[in-house]
């Protein structure tokens, strides 16, 4: 199966200035971060705040030009591509449809704004837009609404019919539900996975829920700080985590089973700074398992990066 | 309660629409020449005031012109001026702020060198200067001041646009494709349109005043076309005598940017209220 | 032991909206009462008319209200500022908007203490540190001097809720406490929220939409649905055997790891949530039950099972049957 896009050491630095005569403050958002999504795939990317999964998102989609580094769709720099072509083959879908669709146009045009852009005529726009908001389950009058006259769900629909009206390849989800009420979330995870198995998408979903992360992706990256630190298979990510964050992460999960309690977290109060990323393993001040080489060693490359995890079965 | 909130809007709207209607037909409709003079009707009172006529219902003034007519044009003009300079200033301020906003680094940079260049520039000394050397006219008056007040129009459109541009959909307007120009034009401006109009009659209300101003120091509109600045500017000699031929262009210029400013604040009640600020 | 917080027939209405249609909550001490629902269930609305904070244009109608057995339905605005902050207190979602960012956070604890209490400036201080050290914040003394936008998310939350505990109060109204945190942020902060329930025997209303928070912090959870209680029972009951269609489909859309398997479809609730209008009878959820009949369009009577209680035609026992 060939690579349907790839990040090669890819990173992103930013030079913030607090106010006018601020300090100079140097973010790393991403840091050096290769990954491969083959064609068809899944991958989930989770992370908290500020670990730089939302800046690796518009990586992708080439809303950023990376700092280091290059992100390769089929084979070819994204970068170097023109947007049309790049629009044909990568959409994104964002958290906040109440941000992410225009106020003052209505839902057809919006569904219609990627053809529009690609110099399809009215009448075949008119059409194809109407049949990609059926396929999302909306109806045909509701092209002539406005985002604000929708639900959130429904809204989050127009944002995909949007994303897929083109018919790119892949689709880069940042939170895609985040912002949605849990029965609705589970509407637009269903028609994700419905929509990735009849366009034969390859997906790529940053979210901060792993429960949802877990539902849909194939194979998971752990970000923390700007780094992948731990990645795998789904399964076996969530089986058997081997990062000492990973583990936290896992047991922060909160699910819905009553007599379980609050899980302990020995994680240290440390705040995440991608301003301030800590010496040796970025992940020391937090760690509960840290050895002193932390402090000063940073860990090999690999799937888990960490000292303590020598080496993991693929 | 909401009919208390929207007084100002309405009030404006009234005042504002009456004095476009003025405006426009008006002139037509009086039926003396705002510039033949009379020299025998001088100083003819308002027809409420003992000795007032109805054949000169707002009197006459220090020539014998018909102060109705003088006003009725006056309002044409000032209207005249307010509107074109507003167009102007819109142009150039929003071109330039929705530029900043929207590229950022150093066009921004560019663009805030050239609003604070402007904000140094005293706006009466400019046109003393262009007057000097052109000679005043109507159009020298609209575009000196269209040309100077463009700065709240600048600053307004790059904060919108910075904000908009910010937006999701902005993103996925440029992941879909589009190009920069549609991303401006179809993304960005219709969403700090109603910024704009906010503005637009704020800076009005400015430009009528200014014009006034202008007039008054007798750098505006040049006699004998009355401008409502230049009717006050001509009364000044006689306020003591005939306090009336101060009174009536004061007045008006005083109820027609106090209600272009309630239409203003009643707009950005409106439209604020819908887009959240 | 009478309840903390008891409140009857509560109901709040926007214009013609009915935001609240009737709810009774009742909360002893020493115990976390969780109202969970999705956005616009009239949770929020609910906390806010309790603590008597409703919007503009909100209208509270019938109810009451009783805090510690005296009815504060109808308390005048001066002696219900008084037990705000005092006896009776309240945290949100976003901590910003019960902090001040123009002061620092030891003039706005002292504050408090000093109005509430008369306290003097020294032992405020005093207290609004050991307050600070109770909910985990590191260095305390160097916090009081510091502005709430120099803190992080989870630190300004902790902040918050040291704030809303200085005076000790007997009812702790939480807004979606944790809704803004990351996961590992958000189970310290619902420990805190346990430890300090059980240390102060607090009695505590939690709003969330989280069905996991709920699981695992709740004693006793209402399931609101449209303005209305639709479920309302001891936790490890509701869970068990959930006995409204709502709470039922609810339960069913979250993905657990490890309950649904990967790639299969979650179940949904079809349809979205009606608005209701003064006025609107039978059950809210008629059009997207499964199980309704034209019997729903009549008013629903509340079931009782011994602590369980639902608002549905269906006796318990009804998942079996069908």
Redesign the interface.
């Known amino acids: 199966m060939s690579a349907a896009i790839e990040a090669n050491g890819v990173s992103a630095v930013f030079n913030q200035r607090a106010g006018t005569f601020g300090v100079r403050r140097r973010v790393v958002a991403v840091d050096d971060v290769s990954l491969t999504v083959p064609e068809g795939m899944a991958l989930g990317i989770v992370g ?2 500020g670990c730089g999964k939302s800046t690796f998102a ?1 990586l992708l ?3 950023l030009a990376p700092s280091g580094g290059d992100v390769r769709v089929g084979g070819q720099v994204l970068q170097a591509m023109d ?2 072509a ?3 083959l ?3 879908v ?3 449809p109440a ?7 209505r839902v057809g045009e919006i569904v219609a ?2 053809l ?3 110099g399809v005529a009215r009448s075949e726009r008119r059409e194809r837009a109407l049949s990609m908001l059926s396929r999302v389950g909306l109806t045909p009058e509701m092209a002539t609404r406005y985002p604000g006259q929708l ?3 429904q809204r989050q629909r127009v ?1 995909i019919a ?2 897929l009206v ?1 018919e790119p390849r892949i689709l880069i989800c940042d939170e895609p539900t985040s912002a949605l ?7 637009i ?2 028609l994700l ?1 419905e929509l990735r198995a009849s366009f034969n998408l390859t997906l790529v979903m940053i979210s ?5 992360v ?3 992706a194939d194979e998971i990256a752990i970000m923390y700080l700007g780094r992948v630190v731990e990645r795998g298979a ?2 076996s990510v ?1 089986a058997a985590p081997h990062h000492p964050y990973t583990k ?16 302990d ?1 020995p ?1 240290g ?1 440390a ?1 995440p700074d991608p301003a301030n990323i800590p010496a040796g393993c970025r992940f020391h001040p937090r760690c509960p398992v840290a050895i002193p080489r932390c402090a000063t060693e940073a860990p090999a490359r690999g799937d888990v990066e960490c000292h303590l995890v020598q080496s993991v079965p693929t | 309660m909401r009919t208390v909130r929207r007084l100002p809007l309405v009030l404006g709207m009234v005042v504002v629409g009456f004095a476009v209607l003025v405006a426009i037909f008006g002139p037509a409709l009086v039926a003396h020449d705002a510039f033949t003079q009379n020299l025998a009707h001088r100083f003819v009172p308002p027809e409420w005031l003992a000795g007032g006529s109805p054949a000169h219902p707002f009197g006459t003034d220090q020539l014998g012109r018909d102060y109705l007519a003088r006003l009725v044009l006056g309002v044409r003009i000032s209207l005249m001026i307010g509107l074109t300079a507003v167009v102007l200033s819109g142009l150039i301020g929003t071109t330039l702020g929705v530029l900043g906003g929207y590229f950022g680094g150093w066009v921004d940079a560019v663009v805030m060198f050239i609003v604070s260049c402007r904000l140094a520039i005293p706006i009466i000394l400019v046109a003393l200067t262009v007057v000097f050397l052109v000679g005043s006219s109507l159009t020298v008056v609209m575009l000196t001041i269209g040309l100077l007040l463009w700065e709240r129009f600048a600053v307004v459109s790059r904060s919108a646009t910075r904000q908009v541009a910010s937006r999701d959909y902005v993103a996925a307007a440029w992941c879909a494709g589009c190009s920069r120009r549609w991303i401006v034009l179809g993304e960005i401006l219709p969403n700090i349109v109603h910024h704009l109009i906010v503005v637009a009659t704020v800076d009005m209300a400015i430009a009528i005043l200014l014009a006034a101003a202008l007039s008054f120091l007798g750098l505006g509109v040049p006699p004998p076309m009355p401008d409502l600045g230049l009717m006050i500017a001509e009364a000044k000699d006689y306020m003591f005598f005939k306090p009336w031929v101060i009174e009536i262009p004061g007045l008006a210029l005083f109820a027609l940017v106090l209600g272009i400013n309630l239409l203003g604040d009643g707009l950005r009640d409106l439209l604020g209220g819908e887009s959240g600020g | 032991m009478s309840p903390v917080l008891e409140v009857r027939d509560l109901r709040v209405r926007f214009g013609s909206m009915a935001a609240v249609r009737g709810i009774d909550l009742a909360i002893e001490r020493g115990q976390t009462h969780c109202l969970v629902g999705e956005s616009g269930c009239g949770k929020s609305v609910s906390a806010l008319a309790v603590m008597r904070l409703l919007p503009r244009g909100a209208k509270r109608e019938a109810g009451a209200i009783r805090f510690a057995g005296e009815d504060i339905a109808r308390l005048p605005e001066r002696a219900m500022r008084r037990l705000r902050g005092d006896r009776m207190a309240m945290i949100f979602q976003e901590p910003m908007t019960s902090l001040n960012p123009a002061y620092t956070i030891g003039s706005q604890m002292t504050e408090v203490l000093r109005a509430h209490r008369g306290m003097g400036r020294a032992a405020a201080v005093e207290r609004a540190e050991a307050m600070l050290t109770r909910v985990g914040v590191s260095a305390p003394g160097m916090r009081l001097g510091q502005y709430p936008h120099q803190l992080s998310g989870g630190l300004r939350q902790r902040v918050m809720i040291a704030t809303a505990l200085l005076c000790e109060p007997d009812l702790l109204v939480a807004d979606e406490p944790t809704t803004a945190l990351d996961v590992t942020v958000q189970v310290g902060i619902l420990k805190l929220l346990a430890d300090l329930k059980r240390d102060l025997g607090l009695a505590m209303l939690l709003i969330t939409h989280d069905l996991g928070v709920v699981a695992r912090i709740a004693d006793v959870v209402s399931v609101m649905y449209a303005g209305e209680i639709v479920e309302h029972a001891p936790v490890g009951q509701l869970f068990a055997e959930p006995l409204h269609p709502y709470t039922r489909g609810l339960l069913r859309a979250i993905p657990v790891p490890g309950k649904v398997r990967r790639g299969e479809k979650l179940a949904t609730i079809p349809g979205i949530v009606p608005r209701t209008e003064v006025g609107f009878r039978g059950c809210a959820f008629r059009d997207r039950c499964e199980f309704a009949t034209q019997e729903c369009a009549e008013p629903v009577a509340e079931r009782v099972e011994g602590a369980h209680h639902w608002r549905c035609r269906l006796a318990s026992g009804w998942l079996e049957a069908a």
């Open positions: 908290e705040s518009r989609l080439g809303l947007r049309q790049r629009a044909r990568i959409q994104p964002f958290q906040d941000s992410s669709l225009n106020p003052r146009r704004l990627p529009r852009a690609a639900s959130g769900g944002a949007r994303a083109l009420d849990v029965s609705v979330q589970a509407q995870l269903n996975a901060h829920n792993l429960a949802v877990e539902h849909v789904a399964e969530f936290a992460l896992l047991a922060s999960v909160l699910t819905p089973e009553p007599g379980l309690g609050l899980p977290l994680l109060e705040v």
